[in-house]
C-alpha cells in the first residue's frame, strides 16, 4: 500500500481547539495505560545515556502522549530525568495536568514547529505518533534541523500501513466510548461531544485510519535520511519491533561527535 497523505482533523487550523484537545487527551490516556512505548525504552535509555544527556524535548507533544509511563519506566535509570512538552498546538491543560503528576515536566506554553525548533529548547529530540503528520518535504525538514543543530533525534509510530493497523482502528469509537470517563482532567464538554454529539469518536476514527495510511515505512525512512545534507555525521538506526499485539515503528538519529546541543 503505498502512502497516501489525507488530511486529518486535528492537523486543521479551523479546528476548534477544544475539540482537537479532547482527541489528544484520549490518545495520552491509552498511551499511558495500554504500555504501547515499553519495547522501545531500551532504545531512549541508550540514547540518553549515549549521549550524557539527562532532558527530553517532546515534539508534537498532542496532550502528552504517553511520557507519563515513559518517564517513570526512564526515571528509575536517569533519575535526574527532565522531560520538555511542546506542540504546535499546544494543549495546556493537559501539559498542566501531566506537570502536576510529575516534577520531572516542564512546557512550552507557546507554538512549537518541529521543523524550526527554538535554540533554547536542547535536548534528545522525540516524536510519539506525530511524525506521520507530516508530508515528506516536511518531514525531512524536521530531521534536517536536527542535523543542522547537532541535536539527537528519536521517532516512534504505534501503527503503520497495513490491513491489520486500519482493522484495529477500526475499533477506536468503541475506545473512547469506554474510556472517556476514566480520561483526566475531567471535563463535561468531553461527555457532551462523545456520547450526545459524538463527534469526538468519529473524528478520532476518520484520524485514525488517515495516521495508519500516512505512516512512513522503515524503508521510507531510510530513504529520508538518505537525503539529507550532512546525514553521514549522525549514527542512524530504524526498525520496527513487536510491541504486544501491534509495532512500533522507530527511526533514531545520534551525532557521531556527541558534542550534543543540550
Same mark, same amino acid.
Request: hydrophobic content about 40%; glycine content about 6%.
Given at each position: 500500500?503505498?502512502?497516501?497523505?489525507?488530511?486529518? /482533523?486535528? !492537523?486543521?487550523?479551523?479546528?476548534?481547539?477544544?475539540?482537537?484537545? &479532547?482527541?489528544?487527551?484520549?490518545?495520552?490516556?491509552?498511551?499511558?495505560?495500554?504500555?504501547?512505548?515499553?519495547?522501545?525504552?531500551?532504545?531512549? %535509555?541508550?540514547?540518553?545515556?549515549?549521549?550524557?544527556?539527562?532532558?527530553? =524535548?517532546?515534539?508534537?507533544?498532542?496532550?502528552?502522549?504517553?511520557?507519563?509511563?515513559?518517564?517513570? %519506566?526512564?526515571?528509575?535509570?536517569?533519575?535526574?530525568?527532565?522531560?520538555?512538552?511542546?506542540?504546535?498546538?499546544?494543549?495546556?491543560?493537559? /501539559? %498542566?495536568? +501531566?506537570?502536576?503528576?510529575?516534577?520531572?515536566?516542564?512546557?512550552?506554553?507557546?507554538? =512549537?514547529?518541529?521543523?524550526?525548533?527554538?535554540?533554547?529548547?536542547?535536548?534528545?529530540?522525540?516524536?510519539?505518533?506525530?511524525?506521520?503528520?507530516?508530508?515528506?518535504? !516536511?518531514?525531512?525538514?524536521?530531521?534536517?534541523?536536527?542535523?543542522?543543530?547537532?541535536?539527537?533525534?528519536?521517532?516512534?509510530?504505534?501503527?503503520?500501513?497495513?490491513?491489520?493497523?486500519?482493522?484495529?482502528?477500526?475499533?477506536?469509537?468503541?475506545?473512547?466510548?469506554?474510556?472517556?470517563?476514566?480520561?483526566?482532567?475531567?471535563?463535561?464538554?468531553?461527555?457532551?461531544?462523545?456520547?450526545?454529539?459524538?463527534?469526538?469518536?468519529?473524528?478520532?476514527?476518520?484520524?485514525?485510519?488517515?495516521?495508519?495510511?500516512?505512516? &512512513?515505512?522503515?524503508?521510507?525512512?531510510?530513504?529520508?535520511?538518505?537525503?539529507? +545534507?550532512?546525514? !553521514?555525521?549522525?549514527?542512524?538506526?530504524?526498525?520496527?519491533?513487536?510491541?504486544?499485539?501491534?509495532?512500533?515503528?522507530?527511526?533514531?538519529?545520534?551525532?557521531?561527535?556527541?558534542?550534543?546541543?543540550?
Amino acid at each position: 500500500m503505498g502512502r497516501i497523505h489525507l488530511f486529518e /482533523f486535528e !492537523d486543521q487550523k479551523w479546528f476548534p481547539d477544544f475539540l482537537r484537545n &479532547y482527541g489528544t487527551d484520549f490518545l495520552q490516556f491509552l498511551s499511558n495505560k495500554s504500555g504501547m512505548y515499553k519495547p522501545v525504552i531500551p532504545l531512549l %535509555e541508550n540514547l540518553l545515556k549515549e549521549n550524557h544527556a539527562n532532558t527530553i =524535548v517532546d515534539l508534537a507533544s498532542g496532550g502528552g502522549g504517553g511520557m507519563l509511563w515513559i518517564n517513570k %519506566e526512564l526515571e528509575k535509570k536517569i533519575p535526574d530525568l527532565k522531560i520538555i512538552l511542546t506542540d504546535y498546538y499546544p494543549n495546556i491543560s493537559a /501539559f %498542566e495536568y +501531566t506537570k502536576k503528576q510529575s516534577a520531572n515536566f516542564e512546557f512550552y506554553n507557546q507554538s =512549537v514547529d518541529a521543523r524550526h525548533v527554538p535554540g533554547d529548547l536542547k535536548g534528545i529530540r522525540t516524536q510519539f505518533l506525530s511524525f506521520h503528520h507530516f508530508k515528506l518535504t !516536511d518531514a525531512k525538514q524536521i530531521l534536517q534541523n536536527a542535523v543542522d543543530s547537532n541535536a539527537a533525534i528519536a521517532i516512534f509510530e504505534v501503527q503503520e500501513r497495513s490491513f491489520a493497523s486500519i482493522l484495529a482502528m477500526i475499533f477506536s469509537p468503541l475506545t473512547v466510548l469506554l474510556t472517556t470517563p476514566f480520561i483526566r482532567p475531567f471535563k463535561i464538554g468531553r461527555i457532551i461531544f462523545t456520547y450526545f454529539i459524538p463527534i469526538v469518536p468519529l473524528f478520532v476514527l476518520w484520524d485514525g485510519i488517515v495516521s495508519s495510511i500516512r505512516t &512512513y515505512s522503515v524503508e521510507e525512512m531510510q530513504n529520508l535520511v538518505k537525503e539529507l +545534507t550532512q546525514t !553521514d555525521t549522525y549514527i542512524w538506526e530504524i526498525n520496527r519491533v513487536k510491541s504486544g499485539p501491534g509495532v512500533v515503528l522507530y527511526l533514531t538519529g545520534s551525532p557521531k561527535n556527541q558534542n550534543l546541543n543540550l
